[in-house]
């Protein structure tokens, strides 16, 4: 009828997908990017190496610390009021690093950046799961997977030449601009959605927070401290017990801040599992491989991230398409096939890593592992959402992001680990080489394992509408 009101069109589905994308990509990106300005910035600031490891590893414990919690506050408050909020602060924090003038300040603000990071990268999964039709949620988190994976793979890059061109506090005044674009848009796109109306679980949260921040700064000061020191054991202890209170509490809250019955979902518990020796195996790789390009190659921060843009791009290329191949495929078929070329590309890196090796020898073996990775993320995304009811999305992916910080941390600490046993230095090529090798081999087991416990992700279901609750403007 002429007199009723038009129905609001929805959004287009490139415009939904960008609008949590974009943010996820920026605090993904600034996960890694400060790794090739750390000479710039210990010239700068006189930050002694200690202090240069707090710059990366002050954001890690901020990010991996609150993800959990910041589902938690999604589901409560209101996710796009969470996610805006995050996304807002994380801008601000960021100009705060840019501005800062001792190592002291730098690392206060990176882990303040990680802090207001975890509001943003599970609830944009959550956001974008809500916003789109059933039978297109496949395509949008693989674009989702294709754009998270490209900003890890371009870090280094983007990284060198930023830092190399106009100098490193550039690397966090770029967010500002992304920012001004991207928190108007993701108000304009998506509708606010909560969980269940329940109230705050601050026991939990204060549990949940400590214990993993407890576990993961373990993990990070292993591989300086030993596994085995008083200070270490220490955190392990504590990390423990702060855990095993969670859980115990979470069995007897009335509102849990983490619902135990999501771990009765075999999908769920399993692409947990393959997402830590994913993220372990990628991770302490990486990690090595991309130094390995500069103390054995003797190639600069940027050239080093060009030779690796292979393995950044195929990602990009190929996740779309593993969100379309889950329905035909499975997904625990598709994420074991995406760990085993993964493993059989780091095999091929560990056979072939000389000094003397040419860099286009290695081009291969890095798609290789690209492509491994493209198949693996939208199918373990897709998992981790449809294996759990509606109301516990948030929470679910909250939890999936927390395992993938703690595996790239201890990836990361056991490759550090093994490369100091094995006698390496970055004095010489050939040590720093054959140290590396041995930790490679380690991720080749891990990505194996990981590839063996996928097989066990049973079929998905159908999917169902999403409740028309969560599709429907918030009257706030």
């Not at 919690?69 to 924090?93: E, H, I, M, Q, T």
Request: glycine content about 10%; overall charge positive; charged content about 10%.
């Amino acid at each position: 009828m002429a007199n009723e009101p038009a129905t609001p069109a929805r959004p287009s589905f490139g415009l939904t997908v960008l609008a949590v994308s974009l943010p996820m990509f920026m605090v993904a990106l600034d996960n890694l990017v400060v790794t090739n300005a750390l000479a710039s910035i210990r010239r700068d600031l006189g930050a002694s190496v200690q202090g240069l490891q707090w710059v990366t590893n002050s954001y890690i414990l901020g990010f991996a610390s609150l993800l959990l919690v910041a589902a938690g506050l999604g589901d409560r408050y209101g996710r796009r009021k969470v996610f805006v909020s995050g996304l807002s602060l994380f801008v601000l924090f960021s100009v705060g690093c840019a501005l800062s003038t001792s190592t002291a300040a730098l690392i206060t603000l990176r882990a303040l950046q990680g802090m207001s990071a975890a509001a943003v990268l599970p609830l944009s999964l959550t956001m974008l799961t809500l916003a789109v039709p059933p039978e297109k949620r496949g395509l949008a988190i693989g674009v989702w997977s294709s754009i998270s994976s490209l900003a890890v793979g371009v870090a280094p890059l983007i990284g060198g030449a930023v830092t190399t061109g106009i100098g490193w506090h550039w690397l966090f005044w770029l967010n500002v601009p992304i920012g001004l674009i991207a928190v108007p848009l993701v108000l304009r796109v998506h509708t606010e959605s909560r969980g269940e109306a329940a109230r705050l679980d601050l026991l939990g949260l204060l549990l949940g927070a400590a214990g993993v921040l407890a576990l993961v700064w373990a993990i990070v000061d292993s591989s300086e401290y030993g596994w085995t020191s008083a200070r270490v054991l220490g955190m392990y202890i504590s990390a423990a017990v702060l855990l095993v209170g969670f859980v115990l509490w979470e069995r007897r809250a009335a509102q849990p801040l983490l619902p135990l019955r999501i771990y009765r979902s075999r999908g769920f518990t399993l692409a947990n599992l393959s997402s830590l020796a994913v993220f372990f195996g990628l991770f302490g790789s990486i990690f090595f491989l991309a130094q390995y390009l500069q103390v054995a190659r003797h190639h600069s921060p940027f050239v080093a991230g060009l030779w690796t843009l292979p393995w950044a791009v195929m990602p990009t290329i190929c996740a779309p398409y593993a969100g379309k191949l889950i329905p035909r495929v499975g997904p625990g078929r598709l994420i074991a096939a995406g760990l085993g070329l993964a493993a059989l590309g780091l095999a091929w890196c560990a056979l072939i890593s000389d000094p003397g090796t040419a860099d286009w020898q290695m081009v291969a073996p890095y798609m290789l592992c690209g492509i491994g990775t493209g198949l693996i993320f939208a199918p373990s995304a897709v998992v981790v959402v449809s294996s759990v009811q509606p109301q516990d999305i948030g929470k679910a992916s909250g939890t999936n992001a927390t395992v993938r910080e703690i595996g790239s941390a201890l990836g990361i600490a056991v490759l550090t680990t093994v490369f100091t046993g094995r006698g390496g230095t970055y004095l010489s090529p050939a040590a720093f080489t054959d140290a590396m090798i041995p930790g490679l081999w380690i991720c080749v087991a891990v990505l194996l394992a990981g590839a063996a416990v996928a097989l066990g992700i049973p079929a998905l279901a159908p999917p169902a509408p999403a409740p028309a609750a969560a599709r429907q403007p918030a009257l706030d």
